[in-house]
């Protein structure tokens, strides 16, 4: 078999679908790129068992057949190598399922061992529920949820990101109990019952640097088991987080009756300055009259931090205590210059939104307090 391509084109490819392999594959399996090679094209696939990701490209070739590649050396070979058009001759050893690929370049000869395989059989999945999403649309609702997602392994559902499809809205849901976000997008289809499935946060994380055109094809399937994504010549198929998610809905507070509004960037700033000063890496925020105190300090070595900033306030003054990177998280994917917090007691979650009139409720990012020793 031969082929011919550029080397640009294929490290793009590659590296596109060796994103799917562990970085410790236990089954020497997954450790593998797999080359179909088609009358003029090129299917490269990789998996993990759970997640694979499938691209196609354009190549100069009239054989036919699937070889395996280590991804590992695959990819090494390509990195290092300058973009030039490149040969691919793959022989078969007699009696034998190993082979090797010849590579030849303008200025080089290489050689890298492969294996021949049989074509695999795909089980082609009941997909009922389809929906298009502009890339930056989608995008942006796993960039502002990613960040919240749990880490616990002993909490799997919380590990990723809850979708909901009602009527023609998308919710994104993520929480990790400390903190909750919920961002709200309009939909392509219309959606007469609700629907909800939760994406693993790799997936989504992967997702991010595969996505390449302005619409990406979000497709799940019948028994809500799998979850498809189509972006251009690129493929990825996952399988979803079966378990049941927290009632969300049930912790975020309903009726807030005092009101914050101040420049983002401002208390963004302060935080991050202000923070550093304690200890255990919480801060204290005091709200009197049109002022925000952030104060934080550090007894065990003598360090403190206040500083003062101006706002519009009504309520009853408070105080009340944060983890300082809880904050900063949730500032940092807050966009607009302005924002709202809603808050109704020093333990009760506080909601921190945009202040636009239009953004009301689109997106939330709920934090938790913590206990503070006045």
């Avoid at 450790?31 to 490269?44: A, D, P, Y």
């Avoid at 499938?54 to 280590?70: C, F, H, L, R, W």
């Avoid at 998308?170 to 939760?198: M, P, W, Y």
Wanted: aromatic content about 6%; hydrophobic content about 40%.
């Amino acid at each position: 078999m031969k082929l011919t391509s550029s080397i640009r084109q294929l490290q793009d490819a590659v590296s596109k679908v060796a994103q799917a392999i562990p970085a410790k594959a236990i089954d020497a399996r997954f450790e593998n790129v797999h080359l179909s090679i088609e009358s003029g094209s090129l299917t490269l696939f990789a998996t993990d068992g759970e997640l694979s990701i499938t691209a196609k490209s354009d190549v100069e070739t009239s054989d036919t057949g699937n070889i395996g590649i280590k991804a590992r050396t695959l990819q090494d070979f390509l990195r290092s190598m300058y973009d030039t058009s490149v040969s691919f001759i793959i022989e078969r050893q007699e009696i034998s399922d190993h082979g090797t690929v010849h590579i030849t370049t303008d200025k080089g000869k290489y050689k890298i061992p492969c294996q021949f395989e049989s074509k695999t059989e795909k089980h082609e999945k009941s997909y009922d529920i389809s929906l298009e999403l502009a890339t930056t649309e989608l995008l942006d609702l796993i960039q502002k949820t990613l960040f919240a997602c749990s880490v616990d392994g002993m909490r799997p559902a919380m590990m990723g990101v809850l979708f909901e499809l009602e009527g023609n809205i998308i919710t994104a849901v993520s929480t990790d109990g400390h903190r909750l976000v919920r961002c709200r997008k309009n939909s392509s289809i219309e959606v007469a019952d609700k629907q909800k499935f939760v994406v693993p946060a790799r997936v989504l994380s992967i997702l991010q640097k595969l996505v390449q055109n302005e619409t990406v094809t979000m497709c799940i399937d019948a028994d809500r088991r799998f979850v498809r994504f189509i972006s251009g010549n690129i493929v990825l198929d996952a399988a979803l987080i079966v378990e049941p998610y927290p009632n969300y809905d049930a912790v975020i507070p309903v009726e807030h009756d005092k009101h914050l509004i101040i420049d983002r960037s401002m208390i963004y700033d302060s935080v991050r300055r202000v923070g550093r000063f304690s200890s255990i890496g919480d801060i204290k925020m005091v709200v009197e009259g049109q002022l925000l105190k952030v104060m934080a300090e550090n007894t065990n070595e003598g360090e403190a931090a206040q500083e003062e900033l101006s706002c519009s306030y009504t309520g009853e003054d408070i105080i009340i205590g944060f983890n300082s990177r809880f904050i900063e998280a949730a500032l940092a994917h807050l966009d607009d210059n302005e924002i709202l917090i809603e808050l109704k007691s020093p333990t009760t979650a506080v909601i921190f939104k945009p202040h636009k009139e239009e953004d009301d409720n689109k997106l939330i990012i709920l934090v938790m307090p913590v206990r503070i020793n006045n």
